[in-house]
Nanobody, 124 residues
Framework: QVQLVESGGGLVQTGGSLRLSCAAS????????MGWFRQAPGKEREFVTT????????YYADSVKGRFTISRDNAKNTVYLQMNSLKPEDTAIYYC?????????????????WGQGTQVTVSS
């Protein structure tokens, strides 16, 4: 059974930084794309970023481009989300997602596995 466990969320002031981690177990992590999504109160889950199986290709939502960086360490079965220059509108629960193919997608239906989420709150 595949498990994804996020960590690293918390409360930060506007302009601050956080680094989220997602530890994966239960399948060959290095074969599949990974993604991060987020959901703010009263809103639908939205795509943040994705990374392909090797880490060579990444794709970002326009709202986070230039501020967030996704990376992965296949030796540690972990994907990271470095978030800089945080804004109040970044406040949400952030979810790690495991894809079904080598290259990712912004479509949440592409992802088979989801973590439990970690709360990120940015105060103004």
């Amino acid at each position: 059974q595949v498990q994804l466990v996020e960590s690293g969320g918390g409360l930060v002031q506007t302009g601050g930084s956080l680094r989220l981690s997602c530890a994966a177990s239960g399948r060959t992590f290095s074969r599949y794309a990974m993604g991060w999504f987020r959901q703010a109160p009263g809103k639908e889950r939205e795509f943040v970023t994705t990374i392909n199986y090797s880490g060579e290709n990444t794709y970002y939502a326009d709202s986070v481009k230039g501020r967030f960086t996704i990376s992965r360490d296949n030796a540690k079965n972990t994907v990271y989300l470095q978030m800089n220059s945080l804004k109040p509108e970044d406040t949400a629960i952030y979810y790690c997602a495991g894809g079904s193919m080598r290259y990712g997608s912004s479509d949440p239906n592409y992802y088979y596995y989801w973590g439990q989420g970690t709360q990120v709150t940015v105060s103004s």
